[in-house]
């Protein structure tokens, strides 16, 4: 690591609000990844007949724990339980429901509101929204971060194409961002994928279409003033190739201002995709998703724990995210070095 880099996160490190919410949101990204782990309607371990198995990350028929099915085991089912505890014991996750299971056992109509069963209460289907925040938040921080990441890296070599050779490329590619900036994007986006099966693959191919424009102006700025530059007209008087002066050279000096505005752009992709959600055109209807949560509470009036649960999801993550990207943005300021 460079000396500019270890000063770059020593900077980090020392806003202590930045760095706080970095490690709040390492915490929350960490547990979103374990849902399976926290929030399972399986056990995480079972030991049976001096043997060790984890429903939790493999299916098992019920004739694997003596049953007669051979379907996979319902570990609620109190027969299956009786034949577990007879020969060995089971682990259960700390909330024993996933993000599709319906409490059954609920002596009031949902939404019902929290209970020692369900900390946030269920949903209008009886699921426990807990469960279907770890879940949700998983899918959106994942979906989110792999937006960014492809976005970023469409949005770089476009920006370092323009900013290289500028001129005619420049200029038309200018062009094409302006059309492109000035298209209603959420429009776009709810038209397109009402076109389609909801599919998460489909959806993402969709929002990249139109968030890789984020980055081109900033990169295509630090390529025009460093393509100038005395190191890099003497790599082209020594007959270096336009690609390696351009992304073995230029680009590492350029990535400081891309890098601060990541998470930003993070929470640009997580918002969108909440409204697209909330609209109902993201995700499939089956998949765990906040969005979906704020409009349970939209059409569930009465249960405010599913509206509030779904805000106070959204601003804690979001909030996290900017002061985040505060953070990085003074770290690598140039003013600051």
Known sequence: MSPLMRARIQRFKHNGLGFFCFIVFSIIFVLALASEFIANDKPILVKYDQSFYFPAIKEYPETTFGGVFETEADYK??????????????????????????????????????????????????????????????????????????????????????????????????????????????????????????SVYWLFLIMLLFGWPALVGLVRAEFLRARNLDYVRAARALGVRDTTIMFRHILPNAMSSSLSQMPFMLTANITALTALDFLGYGLPPDAASIGELLLQGKNNLNAPWLALSGFFTLALVLSLLIYIGEATRDAFDPRRQ
């Open 77 to 198: 089912d109190p027969v299956v339980k009786e034949l577990i505890n007879a020969k060995g014991w089971a682990v259960w996750p700390l909330i024993p429901y996933a993000y599709q299971t319906p409490n059954l056992d609920l002596a009031v109509p949902v939404p019902s509101p929290p209970s020692k069963q369900n900390w946030l209460g269920t949903d209008d289907q009886g699921r426990d929204v807990l469960a279907r925040i770890l879940y949700g938040l998983r899918v959106s921080l994942l979906f989110g971060l792999a937006l960014t990441l492809f976005a970023s890296v469409i949005g770089i070599f476009v920006g370092a194409i323009q900013g290289y050779y500028g001129g005619w490329i420049d200029l038309i590619g200018q062009r094409i961002l302006e059309v492109w900036g000035g298209l209603p994007t959420l429009f776009m986006v709810m038209i397109l994928v009402s076109m389609f099966t909801p």
